[in-house]
């Protein structure tokens, strides 16, 4: 922790020696608008503004075990998940929509290998809601077949919640499916067209 509370220290200090600094957080303090919902998993190897460079208001993030995205129902259940999709849509209307999905990812590798969770319960209940039993069936340690295979069935479900439906028929928002390489860097995009990831 001692690391944390250094860098939380550092960045004061900066803000309140630089006047560009004041003023980017000064305008912080009046809103929000951010560029895209950024989906992905909560492996602590993954940073969203790492790899998209964005700063403080450009990303409204949305972080689950496997980055997934639970399947819509008229009578869902009220889940965190969906409050953030409906109000990253409906409230601050960001323009795209990325789920990024990443290589060694201890979810979907844990669903693809069909490992036995039952120490871990709540995980297991969870990979078992949100996480399709049609994935396949992955030995490499990257996984990245089965993540991949994951990220489109991810967008696919987006498709089915109401509040994005009528932002993509507006043409109002756009969708897309990322996979990121945890032990390169590497950020591949898919591509409905051809249905590969394609390095950006």
Not at 46 to 73: C, D, H, K, M
Not at 167 to 182: C, I, K, N, Q, S
Request: proline fraction near 6%; include cysteine; glycine fraction near 8%.
């Amino acid at each position: 922790m001692e690391t944390f509370i250094q860098h939380a220290r550092g960045l004061m200090a900066r803000i309140a020696e630089g006047r560009d600094e004041q003023e980017t957080y000064g305008r912080l303090a009046a809103g929000q608008s951010p560029l895209a919902l950024f989906i992905t998993c909560s492996d602590s190897r993954v940073v969203p503004s790492l790899i998209t460079g964005a700063r403080p208001g450009e990303l409204f993030e949305l972080r689950t075990a496997g980055n997934a995205v639970p399947v819509y129902q008229d009578d869902m259940p009220a889940c965190a998940e969906a409050a953030t999709i409906e109000y990253a849509m409906r409230v601050l209307g960001v323009a795209d929509i990325v789920v990024c999905g990443h290589s060694h990812c201890g979810a979907v590798g844990a669903k693809a290998r069909g490992e036995d969770l039952t120490g871990a319960p709540a995980v297991r209940d969870w990979l078992a809601q949100a996480l399709s039993d049609q994935l396949p069936k992955d030995e490499e340690p990257t996984v990245a077949a089965a993540v991949q295979q994951h990220v489109r069935e991810q967008v696919n479900r987006l498709r089915d919640y109401p509040c994005v439906q009528e932002r993509l028929d507006a043409g109002e928002v756009t969708l897309h499916g990322w996979f990121y390489e945890v032990h390169t860097g590497m950020v591949a995009a898919h591509h409905p067209a051809s249905d590969l990831f394609l390095p950006l």
